[in-house]
């Protein structure tokens, strides 16, 4: 199974300023159709989660573009350029390369200073 | 608009059975691949299982292998997860989700239902 190890684990942040995270995999995440299934996805405190990029750096519909991601290979990033109130939550990384399973990064916390 | 609505969740004792459901509505939910995934108290999300858009094949965790049997009825726009033998460690939110990897706006997750585990 493919390991998805992310860095922080907790991240205070001050409003308005920029927050990064890392997620790194076991193995490469470049799948045999040559596109990299790296999903990022932000769980709101007491909300479901929801996806905000896919393919590594392509936001959804709805997703602020305070938010980027990118990588390639085994390690990505995601990067929210001036953090605000409602980006408080649990962000996850996860791969659909190699399934199954379809794996989690151990979730990183982002909160306000 | 797209939603997925769960119920089924409680309170079980450990080795009795559970059965969720999750009601899909505004989208085409049998050209979908649909999930289970869990998060137990305080924790991350957990993958438990898929199934096919129209139900052909099933691939499971092996924390719920032989235990939990993922399934869908396309006509009734609904996805199931029948969960046997429940173990403490069972006890989570369980989630259904499209869990799309490849293409905008389709990624749709249920509200979660609840499940414990308990004595």
Redesign the interface.
């Known amino acids: 199974d493919v390991v998805m190890t992310q860095s922080p684990l907790s991240l205070p942040v001050t409003l308005g300023q920029p927050a990064s995270i890392s997620c790194r995999s076991s193995q490469s995440l470049v799948n045999s159709d040559g ?1 990299t ?1 790296l ?1 990022w ?1 932000q ?1 709101r405190p007491g909300q ?4 905000l990029i ?2 590594v750096s ?1 936001r ?2 709805g997703v602020p573009d305070r938010f980027s991601g990118s990588g390639s290979g085994t390690d990505f990033t995601l990067k929210i350029s001036r953090v605000e109130a409602e980006d408080v939550g ?1 962000y ?1 990384c ?1 791969q ?1 390369t190699h ?9 990183t916390k982002v909160e306000i200073k | 608009q797209v939603q997925l609505v769960q119920s089924g969740g409680g309170v079980v004792q450990p080795g009795r059975s559970l059965r969720l459901s999750c009601a899909a509505s505004g989208f085409t939910f049998s050209s979908y691949g649909m999930h289970w995934v869990r998060q137990a108290p305080g924790k991350g999300l957990e993958w438990v299982a898929v199934i096919y858009y129209d139900g052909s094949n099933k691939y499971y965790a092996d924390s719920v292998k032989g235990r939990f049997t993922i399934s869908r009825d396309n006509s009734k726009n609904t996805l199931y997860l029948q969960m046997n033998s429940l173990r403490a460690e069972d006890t989570a939110a369980y989630y259904c989700a499209t869990i799309s990897i490849a293409v905008a706006g389709d990624d749709f997750w249920g509200q979660g239902t609840l499940v414990t585990v308990s004595s």
């Not at chain 1, 199954?100 to 151990?106: A, E, I, L, V």
């Open positions: 596109n299934y999903n996805i769980q479901s989660p929801r996806r896919y393919k392509n959804d519909s649990v996850y996860m659909g399934w199954p399973p379809w794996t989690f990064g151990q979730g």
